[in-house]
């Protein structure tokens, strides 16, 4: 099992450009999530999902959207990019107690 | 919003000596868990508590769970370098939303050889 992998490792965005963060999980796990890790600041929860086709907002939510077509599979898409939005973004699955997570995605906004 | 406070922020100290680091909130989480992360890497669940005053033992590393679920503590002993990382509590919601996790800060350990 690959468990949870997280594409692209690093990107490098100007202000207003869009882009999709992929994240995909084998261990056929219901409950997926997308963190944002600042330094210093922890984990904090961007949108989560329960189940395919069900998603909802977390702390952190807004210059954000997510889909969840799949069991599988849980892009998270910013749009407008900001400078605020440069931070280490982890997704992770879940069976509704333990999460595993993926590698990361650092993203820098300029 | 449930919060949860780690602390000390940062702890380096000399291979072979012992310590403890705390988490705590004025909330009751259903479950508390622990992992590490390593620089450039995606935290790993270390263990989950569910019980109040529960301890759990992993090699070197002891977890306890408050009697009241509202504070852990990890306790480590004859630190390596091998346990240099990031520590992060995470609690579950109570009222059975497990599927929730609010994570505290973390303390970010260096056991230095």
């Known amino acids: 099992n690959a468990g949870v992998t997280q594409t692209p490792k690093f990107r490098i965005l100007k202000i207003g450009q869009s882009m999709t963060l992929q994240c995909a999980q084998d261990?056929?796990?219901?409950?997926m999530y997308w963190y944002r890790q600042d330094p210093g600041m922890g984990l904090k929860l961007i949108y989560y999902?329960?189940?395919?086709?069900?998603?909802d907002k977390g702390e952190v939510p807004n210059g954000y959207n997510v889909s969840r077509s799949t069991t599988e599979d849980f892009p998270l898409r910013l749009e407008l990019a900001a400078p605020s939005q440069t931070s280490v973004y982890f997704c992770?699955?879940?069976?509704?107690?333990?999460?595993?997570f993926g590698p990361g995605t650092r993203l820098t906004v300029t | 919003t449930q919060l949860l406070e780690q602390s000390p922020q940062f702890l380096s100290i000399q291979e072979g000596e012992n310590l403890t680091v705390y988490c705590n909130s004025s909330?009751?989480?259903?479950?508390l868990q622990w992992y590490r992360q390593e620089p450039g890497e995606g935290p790993v669940l270390l263990v989950t508590?569910?019980?109040?005053?529960e301890v759990k033992k992993l090699k070197r590393l002891t977890f306890q769970f408050g009697d009241a679920r509202k504070d852990s503590s990890l306790h480590i002993t004859a630190a390596q370098p091998g346990d240099t990382g990031l520590y992060l509590c995470?609690?579950?919601?109570?009222?059975?939303?497990?599927?929730?996790?609010?994570f505290g800060k973390g303390t970010l350990l260096t056991v230095n050889p």
């Open positions: 909330s009751v989480f259903s479950s």
């Open positions: 999902s329960v189940g395919a086709g069900i998603t």
């Open positions: 261990m056929n796990h219901n409950y």
């Open positions: 992770a699955s879940s069976t509704g107690y333990e999460q595993y």
């Open positions: 995470a609690g579950g919601e109570s009222g059975g939303s497990n599927y929730k996790l609010t």
């Open positions: 508590v569910v019980t109040g005053g």
